[in-house]
């Protein structure tokens, strides 16, 4: 007796009545697919298959994927949507059906991924396991983003710099990859503040005393946190530069100025370390020249 391969039309002939016109169901996937169906029953999105709500119950492929019917009688891939070889736009559409407006995905849409066209599924694998489709650890997050981030990675390598190398952090720590309302797409903490004051808690304030570079530019006006070959990441070399950039009496057309004020003079070694005195830098609450 020959054998009877069942294929083309007979696969979509058991479907439920109630299942849409045109929609296969995900048993009709996994015949062909079976390995990725294997891989997302432990991924987060397979409650979209066996969830409470019935929209997309027995579907879950199709939530994504579209209407599988013609696929799964021809098997031609041009039947079927495949979202990571959509333009990035259509990819982030599809994810933002769900994912819209979520805490966790607040202003993908204005983030700088999407002027640069960086859809959804260039960092989330959509069928693997959870580690897969959102990595934890740090140094899975690092390496993703340093795929496209070279430059910035190699500023990790400088011998002042935050401990992502080592996978004490991650670059998620301190930026939003879904984006965010400051440049960067920075994090925030608190009362909206960066979320360089998350670690470093003890430099927030509010002081009696404020050093206005840190209250109103940021900690970017002194120090590279990406790396610096200055101690502290300093963006200068010598404390006394940086100050100078401010504190100092700047000469008609000259970007940097070279005479600090009043006594200070800078032949005599003493005045070079501007912190040796004022070592309340960020900010103090007894002193207004930050010396305590």
């Known amino acids: 007796m020959a054998a009877i391969f069942l294929f083309g039309p007979s696969l979509c002939s058991a479907q439920s009545p109630s299942r849409p016109p045109g929609y296969a169901g995900s048993d009709t996937c996994q015949v062909c697919h079976e390995d990725i169906a294997k891989a997302f029953q432990k991924n987060p999105h397979h409650v979209v298959e066996t969830g409470?709500?019935?929209?997309?119950?027995?579907?879950?492929?199709?939530?994504?994927?579209?209407?599988?019917?013609?696929?799964?009688?021809?098997?031609?891939?041009?039947a079927i949507v495949n979202p990571s070889k959509q333009p990035a736009a259509k990819t982030d559409q599809i994810c933002l059906k769900c994912h819209l407006n979520q805490p966790t995905h607040a202003g993908r849409i204005r983030s700088s991924h999407v002027k640069d066209q960086v859809s959804c599924t260039s960092c989330h694998a959509i069928h693997q396991g959870p580690d897969k489709l959102r990595p934890t650890r740090a140094d899975d997050i690092n390496r993703k983003c340093a795929s496209c981030h070279n430059s910035v990675w190699a500023q990790f390598q400088r011998p002042y710099k935050h401990r992502l190398p080592e996978g004490a952090m991650s670059c998620t720590d301190c930026h939003n990859p879904h984006g965010s309302f400051l440049a960067r797409s920075v994090r925030t903490v608190a009362a909206n503040e960066p979320s360089c004051l998350r670690c470093h808690s003890d430099l927030r304030g509010p002081f009696a005393f404020e050093h206005a570079p840190v209250r109103l530019e940021g900690c970017t006006t002194c120090h590279e946190p990406h790396g610096s070959a200055n101690p502290r990441m300093l963006t200068r070399h010598e404390v006394r530069f940086l100050c100078l950039e401010c504190h100092s009496n700047i000469a008609a057309g000259s970007a940097l100025g070279g005479v600090p004020p009043a006594i200070h003079d800078l032949r005599s070694p003493r005045f070079r370390n501007c912190t040796i005195c004022h070592v309340k830098i960020h900010g103090s609450n007894v002193d207004a020249y930050l010396e305590r």
Do not use: L, N, R, V
Request: charged share 20%; hydrophobic share 35%; aromatic share 4%.
């Open 52 to 78: 409470a709500k019935p929209a997309w119950k027995g579907m879950a492929c199709e939530s994504c994927h579209g209407p599988g019917g013609k696929h799964a009688e021809s098997a031609d891939a041009a």
